[in-house]
C-alpha cells in the first residue's frame, strides 16, 4: 500500500511539472535586464523566507502574468490562500470516505482507491483556482472598461464647465467610486508624486492590469494637442467606443447563452418523447 501511495504522490508531482514546464511562459529579455540593474540587498534571507519564496513560486505556478492579480486586487499571499482552500475542498471527498470506512460505510471502496480520489481531488482543486482567478478577472478587466468610459464622460463634462485637464481628471476620480476608480485615482497620486504625465501613468496602469483600453488612451493622447476642444473630443469618442464595444460583447454573450439552452430543451424533449413513446413500443413488441 505504501508503494502505491508513493508511486501516486510521484505521478502526481510529476504531472505538476509537466503542466508547470508547459503552461509558464518564458521569460522576456526586457525583464531580465530589468533583474540585473535591480539593487541588491545585503541582508541574507533566513530559511523561512526562502521556503515562504520556494511556496510563493509553487502557487503562481501557471500564472502567466502578475496582471489578473492586480485587476482583482490580490495578493500573493491571498491567491496562495484560495488554492489551498480550493486543494482541501477538492480532496475533502476523499478524505471523508477514508474517515468513514471504519464505521462500515464505503466498504466497496478500497484505500488505494480512496487516496488516488483525494490526490485527484487536490490537483483539480489546485488548478480550480487558477480558472476561478482568470474568471474574476476578465470580469473586473470589463468593470474596469464601464468605469473607465463613465470616468470619461466626467472629465469631458467638467473640461466643458471650464476645467483643466488635470483638475478634470482628479475631480472626476474623486467622484467615482468602485474598483477601476480606485486604480485611475491611485494612478494620478502616483503621477503626481512622479511628476510624470497623468496619460502615461494610465498606459502603465494599463499594462500592469492588463486593460488595453488604458494603453491606446495614452496612445490617443501623445498626438494630441493641450488644446481642451480637441483632448475633450478625443475622450468622448474613446468612451463611446469603449460603450459600444462593451454592447457588442454582452450581446454576444446573450446569443451563446441563449445557444447553450437549446441542448437541454432538446434533452428533455426527448426524454418526453420516450416517456410517452415507451408504453406503446412495449405493447408492440410484446407478446
Not at 470516505?97 to 464505503?106: S, Y
Not at 446573450?254 to 428533455?268: D, F, G, I, Q, R
Request: hydrophobic residues 50%.
Amino acid at each position: 500500500m505504501l508503494v502505491m501511495v508513493a508511486a501516486g504522490c510521484l505521478a502526481g508531482i510529476g504531472l505538476l511539472l509537466m503542466i508547470r514546464g508547459a503552461m509558464s511562459p518564458a521569460p522576456q529579455l526586457d525583464d531580465l535586464v530589468a533583474d540585473l540593474h535591480r539593487p541588491r540587498s545585503t541582508v541574507q534571507p533566513t530559511r523561512r523566507d526562502r521556503m515562504d519564496d520556494s511556496f510563493e513560486r509553487f502557487a503562481l505556478m501557471g500564472v502567466g502574468s502578475m496582471a489578473d492579480l492586480e485587476v482583482c486586487e490580490r495578493s500573493v499571499a491571498q491567491f496562495t490562500q484560495n488554492r489551498i482552500t480550493w486543494a482541501v475542498l477538492g480532496g475533502a471527498p476523499g478524505l471523508l470516505m477514508l474517515a468513514l470506512r471504519p464505521f462500515g460505510l464505503f466498504d466497496w471502496m478500497t484505500t488505494p482507491v480512496a487516496l488516488l480520489v483525494t490526490l485527484v481531488g487536490v490537483v483539480a482543486g489546485w488548478f480550480y483556482a487558477l480558472i476561478d482567478l482568470r474568471s474574476d478577472a476578465a470580469k473586473a478587466r470589463r468593470e474596469f472598461v464601464s468605469s473607465l468610459a463613465s470616468y470619461l464622460d466626467l472629465v469631458a463634462i467638467l473640461m466643458a464647465g471650464g476645467a483643466g485637464v488635470e483638475t478634470a481628471m482628479a475631480e472626476a476620480a474623486r467622484i467615482g467610486q468602485g474598483r477601476g476608480y480606485r486604480h485611475l485615482r491611485a494612478a494620478l497620486s502616483a503621477a503626481h508624486a512622479r511628476r510624470r504625465g497623468p496619460w502615461q501613468e494610465f498606459g502603465e496602469l494599463g499594462r500592469r492590469v492588463g486593460v488595453e483600453e488604458l494603453e491606446n488612451i495614452e496612445a490617443s493622447m501623445a498626438l494630441v494637442s493641450e488644446e481642451g476642444a480637441r483632448v475633450r473630443e478625443s475622450l468622448t469618442t474613446r468612451a463611446a467606443s469603449m460603450r459600444e464595444r462593451d454592447l457588442l460583447q454582452q450581446e454576444a454573450q446573450a446569443h451563446a447563452k441563449s445557444e447553450t439552452m437549446v441542448l437541454p430543451v432538446a434533452m428533455m424533449f426527448a426524454g418526453f418523447l420516450l416517456l410517452i413513446g415507451y408504453p406503446a413500443l412495449a405493447g408492440l413488441s410484446g407478446p
